[in-house]
């Protein structure tokens, strides 16, 4: 039997219940950061040290954080359906809570890349990357992150898992940043298409349920398993 397919389009509101921080909300990592400063090429350019410093922090706090059960509400679903999981977030949160196949878009902040080769990436021990770790080739290693001006490499890949999707649920994403925002265009026609986030953006071709992603994401196994049985 051919097994219904969910993709899981996740941001960071999933991750806010395990106490990182969102980037838009009130309180969000972009209030106290430019993007410019710390999350672009150029920056990365202009002052390693405070790209470095920014990425050491999120590291930390990421080593504190443990998977809330939004991100256990997905992983159990496997149990039942073909899961894919497509996160912008670059925490390690999904892997964490048992997922087994979740596709980094925007990178992962557990690991380095080298900068004279970005197919080198290696995984970063403990929170602290600094000036002067090197890669085996002998350059400076720089976060995993995908930057804003990047290409998103996965990109494609991420297209391609939402096209064959019977289920698509997007949560805890405000869908501002692009080319991830439209993934969602990929579902096929007949996919029914869910949206969960307590403040929720504008997205007509959804049926949202505006609660926390542990509160939407249970009720959706309530659903789920009210199906199941056939009832
Ligand atoms: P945002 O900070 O833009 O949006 C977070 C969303 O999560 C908002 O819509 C909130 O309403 C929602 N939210 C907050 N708490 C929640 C909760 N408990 N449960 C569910 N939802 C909740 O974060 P993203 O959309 O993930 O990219 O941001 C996209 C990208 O922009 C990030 O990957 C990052 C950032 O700049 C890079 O750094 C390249």
């Known amino acids: 039997m051919n097994r219904r397919h969910i993709v899981v389009i996740s941001g960071a509101g999933l991750s806010a219940e395990s106490g990182l921080r969102t980037f838009r909300d009130n309180g969000g990592l ?19 040290t405070l790209v470095l410093k920014f990425y050491n922090e999120r590291r930390k706090a990421l080593r504190d954080a443990l998977p809330n059960p ?26 964490r809570a048992g997922s087994t196949s979740v596709l980094h878009l925007h990178g992962e902040l557990t ?41 998103v490499p996965e990109f494609s890949r991420a297209a391609e898992i939402v096209s064959t999707a019977d289920l698509l649920i997007v949560v805890g994403t405000s869908l501002q940043v692009y080319p991830a925002a439209s993934l969602a265009w ?28 542990s509160d939407g994401l249970k009720s959706l196994s309530s659903q789920f398993k009210y199906e199941a049985s056939g009832r």
């Open 111 to 151: 690991k380095a890349r080298s900068t004279s080769d970005p197919d080198l990436v290696l995984p970063i021990d403990g929170w602290e990357l600094r000036e002067g770790d090197l890669c085996p080739l002998g350059s400076q290693l720089r976060p995993h992150i995908v930057w804003f001006g990047e290409d």
């Open 186 to 213: 990929e579902a096929p026609e007949n996919a029914r298409r869910i949206l969960v986030d307590p403040n929720p953006p504008d997205a007509p071709e959804f049926e949202i349920i505006a609660s926390k992603a």
């Open 30 to 48: 972009w209030e106290n950061h430019r993007v410019e400063d710390v999350a672009t090429p150029e920056a990365w350019e202009r002052d390693r």
């Open 70 to 95: 939004a991100h256990l509400e997905i992983a159990s679903w496997e149990r039942h359906s073909r899961v894919s999981v497509i996160t912008q977030n670059v925490d390690d949160l999904h892997e």
